[in-house]
């Protein structure tokens, strides 16, 4: 599967904004995804997983009641809703696939899309 995100660039803070991952490949609905950042100077981290389903979701402590990852199988489509985003928020965003939507290891999923970056900045 090959995933393509867009969205990002430079944003206020606590204002809304969306993320998509569009996924090529006829069996994006049986994987579990999910999104990953890395910010400067820091590691990559995990934020998001979703079931292959959409019927389950985990979160990172940082994202907790601020983001909402989810997909739309039929339109090869998974989305990240980041809402009051902070400075700290600042990063770029990689979607992920293959893994297991609760596993938080970078390691543990084998399709990326490519990293764009959101800046959260007034």
């Known amino acids: 599967v090959r995933l393509q995100a867009s969205g990002g660039g430079l944003v206020r803070p606590w204002a809304p904004v969306r993320r998509s991952c569009a996924a090529s490949?006829?069996?994006?609905?049986?994987?579990?995804m999910a999104w990953f950042r890395q910010a400067p100077g820091k590691e990559r981290e995990f934020v998001a997983g979703?079931?292959?389903?959409?019927?389950?979701?985990y979160y990172a402590d940082s994202v907790k009641g601020r983001f909402t990852i989810s997909r739309d199988n039929a339109k090869n489509t998974m989305y990240l809703q980041m809402n009051s985003l902070k400075p700290e928020d600042t990063a770029v965003y990689y979607c992920?696939?293959?893994?297991?939507?609760?596993?938080?290891?970078?390691?543990?999923?084998?399709?990326w899309g490519q990293g764009t970056l959101v800046t959260v900045s007034s």
């Open positions: 992920a696939a293959g893994g297991t939507y609760s596993y938080t290891s970078e390691y543990e999923y084998g399709y």
């Open positions: 490949g006829r069996t994006f609905s049986t994987y579990d």
């Open positions: 979703i079931r292959w389903s959409g019927g389950s979701t």
